[in-house]
């Protein structure tokens, strides 16, 4: 079978004439070992991926829209959660993790926050309405010094979602071997490897499926939140240079991507806040990318599957705290998915943070959208950091 070759160009004319032939990454593992990577080349034009889990480095930038008279805010808050307003004028950043200064809960059970900047963003999306409160020292130009006012998300002139690291290419299982309860970003963990947690889609996951970034870069379209949006650029921390398996895929986290988004397109059942004991607020993101099926490398990538896809067993209880310590263990996804792994010859039962049923939907959506003709494929314009040749 001779080897196919395609480009953007050819892949986006199919979509246009609706003759595209979409799989998801879920889907093409079956046909792969159903028929092979030359055979679904052959007849496989985009693979589409998805995850759906927490992203603490997210949030929202708005603009109010211009005072009568003008203020220059310098603090803003929404529902007593401040956002960052050291932009200009109406411009302000509400960060995802951002907490208020007096959450009620917090006060009651230490530890418990309820309510924060991912809450905010969340009741948005839910078309309720929030309180807007900013404050300025006033100047000739911007006169007004306070400004109190009510704002569903339509009311903003601009809303985005604008997350600078997000879709984490692999990720650490955290368990505990001390004898407390840890509290942790990556949920509670239970003393002496009562249990173990970790947070990606594994073999839908946008990163894993293309793990050196061939197709996805600047400009790349993406399913955003239950719309569409764009990868930006790497993402802070990107580090492409962690150890391999023989395939190619990192070991540990590696990369990661920036994102950007119009939050008024999006939707509260892919962007919604979450509540993590002992911990703080966050923010749960849907993310999807289709994958141009360009050569038979994109396919036989994407076809790994989870047996093949591993992720680092690390001790939140003692070494993570201390930024180091070697892990204590290597499992496989489909381990982690089967409910248990073993570590230091224990059963371990696992967990995920991030929902596969929904990455799984995300998945579905957007190979909709694309067999649809609504969703054109955006060739990047740059690449992100790839990995240091050895």
Not at 68 to 82: D, F, G, T, Y
Not at 116 to 141: F, M, N, P, W
Request: aromatic share 8%; glycine share 12%; proline share 6%.
């Amino acid at each position: 079978m001779a080897s196919v070759k395609r480009t953007y160009e050819e892949i986006n004319e199919k979509i246009r004439e609706k003759r595209a032939v979409v799989v998801t990454a879920e889907e093409l593992i079956g046909l792969v070992r159903a028929e092979g990577v030359e055979a679904a080349t052959a007849k496989v034009d985009v693979v589409t991926t998805g995850t759906f889990g927490p992203m603490c480095s997210s949030g929202a930038l708005f603009n109010f829209w211009h005072t009568k008279p003008k203020i220059r805010a310098s603090k803003v808050w929404l529902n007593e959660v401040e956002a960052h307003a050291g932009l200009a004028a109406v411009d302000f950043f509400l960060g995802a993790t951002q907490i208020p200064d007096d959450d009620p809960a917090n006060k009651v059970y230490p530890g418990r926050f309820e309510y924060g900047g991912g809450h905010v963003i969340g009741d948005l999306l839910a078309g309720k309405t929030v309180t807007l409160r900013a404050e300025s020292y006033g100047t000739d130009c911007y006169p007004r010094r306070e400004f109190i006012a009510q704002y569903r998300l339509e009311d903003f002139r601009d809303a985005w979602l604008l997350n600078p690291r997000n879709a984490y290419q692999n990720y650490n299982v955290a368990v505990n071997t001390t004898e407390r309860t840890v509290y942790t970003y990556m949920g509670i963990l239970k003393p002496r490897l009562g249990n173990a947690g970790y947070s990606s889609a594994g073999q839908l996951s946008p990163l894993l499926a293309d793990p050196f970034y061939r197709t996805i870069g600047i400009g790349t379209r993406i399913f955003l939140g239950g719309a569409q949006g764009w990868v930006i650029g790497a993402g802070t921390q990107h580090n492409p240079d962690e150890p391999r398996t023989a395939e190619g895929v990192p070991r540990g986290g590696a990369g990661n991507i920036a994102v950007r988004g119009d939050l008024k397109q999006m939707s509260a059942r892919y962007v919604r806040g979450v509540s993590m004991i002992g911990y703080g607020v966050s923010l749960a993101v849907g993310i999807g990318i289709p994958l141009p099926v360009l050569d038979s490398e994109v396919v036989r990538l994407a076809s790994l599957g989870d047996e093949k896809l591993v992720a680092p067993v690390i001790d939140y209880g003692a070494d993570y705290p201390q930024g180091g310590g070697d892990a204590l263990a290597e499992v496989t996804y489909a381990q982690l998915k089967s409910g248990f792994i073993e570590v230091h010859g224990r059963e371990v039962p696992t967990a995920p943070l991030s929902s596969y049923p929904r990455a799984r939907e995300i998945a579905g959506v957007l190979k909709q959208w694309i067999e649809a003709g609504e969703f054109l494929l955006g060739q990047p314009q740059d690449k992100l950091p790839q990995a240091k040749a050895s």
